[in-house]
């Protein structure tokens, strides 16, 4: 169990840029994986962009090129740079935490933050 807290998100014009952050609020050992979701009305969840903590990253077709992924492990954050903003980007974005290393529990942690709210205007 890790608590997770997304930010960053606003309204933005096409073509702006945003950066969501999310952090845990106490002492994390390791994350296997530190992932984005987002999730628009009416649609299901999909993957936006990973990073695994080899170095490893992963970005959907439709943000590749304008999306970035980094991961501060020393501040248990991960961040998501958004460039090149588009009207499709609007949706609720979610961290995503798996393998979650923590002091005091027996196994792993898979959590999730409570989504941030990112709307881009044409």
């Known amino acids: 169990q890790v608590q997770l807290v997304d930010s960053g998100g606003g309204v933005v014009q096409a073509g702006g840029s945003l950066r969501l952050s999310c952090a845990a609020s106490?002492?994390?050992?390791?994350?296997?994986?530190m992932a984005w979701y987002r999730q628009a009305p009416g649609k299901q969840r999909e993957l936006v962009a990973s990073?695994?903590?080899?170095?490893?990253?992963h970005y959907a077709e439709s943000v590749t090129g304008r999306f970035t992924i980094s991961r501060d492990n020393a501040k248990n954050t991960v961040y998501l740079q958004m460039n090149s903003l588009k009207p499709e980007d609007t949706a609720v974005y979610y961290c995503?935490?798996?393998?979650?290393?923590?002091?005091?529990?027996?196994?792993?942690?898979?959590?999730w933050g409570q989504g941030t709210q990112v709307t881009v205007s044409q």
């Open positions: 990073s695994t903590i080899d170095g490893r990253t």
């Open positions: 995503r935490w798996e393998g979650a290393v923590v002091p005091g529990n027996r196994f792993p942690s898979n959590d």
């Open positions: 106490g002492t994390v050992f390791s994350v296997n994986v």
